[in-house]
């Protein structure tokens, strides 16, 4: 069975402060998808990254940055320079293949506060 | 990418409805969709698998006669909540997996509906 843990329920930083989200994952696959969404208040979940279990190449978008260890089975989520704009509840998830396609497994979440 | 759409957005009902909600691929084709149920400061939890042309696949704990899933089309997954009650106040999302990189390995979730039950 595979299972993603968010250890950080609630995080607070005040504007502009960097922020990283920690994330790690188990799953006896050796092929696997990680993901990570963004679910502002309204509710809808934003598609921020999916990486697969070969790439291990950390990724950059913007004020956004992934580290994904496999010898750790973790993949954190950094914000830089934050901005009020990115509270929200940040969901780390992993997928496996069911019949071709990819079940998702959501961790519970960390709910991200950034004061102004 | 690739969209989904649900609806309604939003239901109020009263205790013993039964309330139908809608997923649908708009540009794209779905033979798989999967539904989830989010409870207030909640993980997402998966609830089904929705199969085109077979019956669905429940995850443990999902009373399957309360919710009733059935995947018409290619592209129209439905999930009746039968004789709701407030405790099935939830948020639910359906997905649908799409073509990225040459593998079905994105999902493409709908923007959820909140179901109330008075």
């Known amino acids: 069975a595979q299972k993603v843990t968010q250890a950080q329920t609630e995080i607070s930083v005040v504007e502009k402060e960097d922020v990283t989200l920690d994330c790690v994952y188990e799953?006896?696959?050796?092929?696997?998808?990680l993901f990570w969404y963004k679910q502002p208040p309204s509710g809808e979940l934003v598609f921020l990254i999916r990486?697969?279990?070969?790439?291990?190449q950390n990724e950059i978008s913007g004020r956004y940055s992934w580290n994904f260890q496999k010898s750790t089975s973790s993949f954190n989520f950094t914000i830089t320079a934050s901005q009020v704009v990115d509270s929200a509840v940040y969901f780390c998830?992993?997928?496996?293949?069911?019949?071709?396609?990819?079940?998702?497994?959501f961790g519970t979440g960390t709910k991200l506060q950034v004061i102004p | 990418g690739a969209v989904v759409s649900q609806h309604p957005s939003r239901v109020i009902c009263k205790s013993g409805t039964s309330v139908k909600i809608e997923c649908r691929s708009l540009?794209?084709?779905?033979?798989?969709m999967f539904w989830y149920r989010q409870f207030p400061k909640q993980s997402l939890m998966l609830m089904a698998t929705s199969n085109e042309g077979s019956k669905a696949t429940y995850e443990q704990g999902v009373e399957k006669d309360k919710f009733l899933i059935n995947h018409a089309s290619l592209t129209l997954s439905t999930l009746t909540v039968t004789s709701a009650h407030p405790e099935d106040s939830s948020f639910y999302i359906c997905?649908?997996?799409?073509?990225?990189?040459?593998?079905?390995?994105?999902?493409?979730f709908g923007p959820g509906t909140r179901l109330t039950v008075l």
């Open positions: 799953t006896r696959d050796t092929t696997y998808y």
């Open positions: 997905s649908a997996p799409g073509l990225a990189g040459g593998n079905y390995n994105e999902q493409f």
């Open positions: 998830a992993l997928s496996e293949a069911l019949d071709g396609y990819q079940k998702v497994t």
């Open positions: 540009d794209f084709q779905a033979t798989t």
């Open positions: 990486r697969n279990s070969f790439d291990e």
